[in-house]
Each structure stands twice: as structure tokens, then as C-alpha cells.
């Protein structure tokens, strides 16, 4: 038995890394289930700035690709089953936001609302093209909920 070509394994690859493992094919709402991984991945990291933009960017750039590749499998340009967008969504709205569990509950619903609502230019960025439209759009959501939460701690006195 001959092992499976790089080719072959490519798409695989790329479903496990754009539905985050699996966590895409979640029947409803798969998208806050995949706010949620992102939530936990923010929680498992170590609190270093320097290592939050490093997964980022290259979950970003892991996005681009995995999405790219899995929209002819899925034979959507914006499949639902790719949530990779909402972890990387969630980690930006977190990002240099000094917050506990109430704080990343709080970007986790920011974020979620941005990612709906998708203000100027979000909705715009959908159109690039491939999965650069796919992850573009919940980065700029993304930015939206990071400054209103970045706004509310400082209202409350919780940032200098």
C-alpha cells in the first residue's frame, strides 16, 4: 500500500486547519463555536503580546490558504464550515486589551456583533478574492470590537 501523495493529503490539510479541527461542522451556529476555540486559544496562550501577533499572523496567513483550498470542496467562496476567521477575529479583539474571563467574554460578544453586522469596510473586504475575503472581513471586525473594548475599559478606569 502506497502512503497518499502531498497532493492528495493537501485538501485534508486544509479542511482540518479552516474548520479548526472539526469545530466548523458544528450543526448551529458554527461560526460562535468557532469564536469559542478562539476564545480558548486566547486563554491557553501565555500572556506575551509578542506571541499573541505571532499566532495571529500566522493563523491569518493559515487562513488564507486553508480557505482558499477548501471553497471548492465545499463549492462555496465563504464556506460556514471555515471558522479559522472567527478565531483569529477573536484573537485581535482581545489583543492588547488588559481583560480577565468577564473582559474575554465581553470581546467574545464584541466581536460576534462586528462579525454580523460587518460596518464599513468589512462587508467590502469579503469581496477579495479567495480566502482573503474570508479572513479580512473578521480581521476589520475584529479591529472594530478590539477599540470599543479598548474604549469600555478605559471608560471604566481599567487602562491608563
Same mark, same amino acid.
Given at each position: 500500500?502506497?502512503?497518499?501523495?502531498?497532493? !492528495?493529503?493537501?485538501?485534508?490539510? =486544509?479542511? #482540518?486547519?479552516?474548520?479548526?479541527?472539526?469545530?466548523?461542522?458544528?450543526?448551529?451556529? &458554527?461560526?460562535? =463555536?468557532?469564536?469559542?476555540?478562539?476564545?480558548? *486559544?486566547?486563554?491557553? *496562550?501565555?500572556?506575551? &503580546?509578542?506571541?499573541?501577533?505571532?499566532?495571529? %499572523? =500566522?493563523?491569518? %496567513?493559515?487562513?488564507?490558504?486553508?480557505?482558499? #483550498?477548501?471553497?471548492?470542496?465545499?463549492?462555496?467562496?465563504?464556506?460556514?464550515?471555515?471558522?479559522?476567521? $472567527?478565531?483569529?477575529?477573536?484573537?485581535?479583539? *482581545? /489583543?492588547?486589551?488588559?481583560?480577565? *474571563?468577564?473582559? !474575554?467574554v465581553? =470581546?467574545? /460578544?464584541?466581536?460576534?456583533?462586528?462579525?454580523?453586522?460587518?460596518?464599513? &469596510?468589512?462587508?467590502?473586504? $469579503?469581496?477579495?478574492?479567495?480566502?482573503?475575503?474570508?479572513?479580512?472581513?473578521? #480581521?476589520?471586525?475584529?479591529?472594530y470590537?478590539?477599540?470599543?473594548?479598548? #474604549?469600555?475599559?478605559?471608560?471604566?478606569g481599567?487602562?491608563?
Amino acid at each position: 500500500m502506497t502512503p497518499p501523495s502531498d497532493a !492528495a493529503s493537501r485538501p485534508l490539510t =486544509a479542511i #482540518a486547519c479552516s474548520t479548526v479541527l472539526g469545530v466548523g461542522y458544528v450543526p448551529v451556529a &458554527p461560526g460562535t =463555536a468557532g469564536s469559542a476555540a478562539g476564545l480558548l *486559544l486566547w486563554w491557553l *496562550l501565555p500572556p506575551a &503580546p509578542v506571541v499573541h501577533v505571532a499566532v495571529i %499572523v =500566522a493563523l491569518f %496567513v493559515v487562513g488564507v490558504w486553508s480557505a482558499t #483550498a477548501v471553497a471548492p470542496h465545499f463549492g462555496k467562496p465563504d464556506p460556514g464550515q471555515v471558522v479559522i476567521d $472567527e478565531v483569529v477575529g477573536v484573537l485581535i479583539t *482581545l /489583543l492588547w486589551n488588559p481583560v480577565g *474571563l468577564g473582559g !474575554a467574554v465581553t =470581546a467574545f /460578544l464584541l466581536f460576534r456583533f462586528f462579525d454580523i453586522v460587518k460596518p464599513f &469596510p468589512a462587508r467590502r473586504l $469579503e469581496r477579495l478574492h479567495g480566502g482573503l475575503g474570508v479572513m479580512a472581513d473578521d #480581521a476589520m471586525a475584529a479591529v472594530y470590537g478590539n477599540l470599543v473594548l479598548r #474604549a469600555g475599559l478605559r471608560l471604566m478606569g481599567w487602562t491608563s
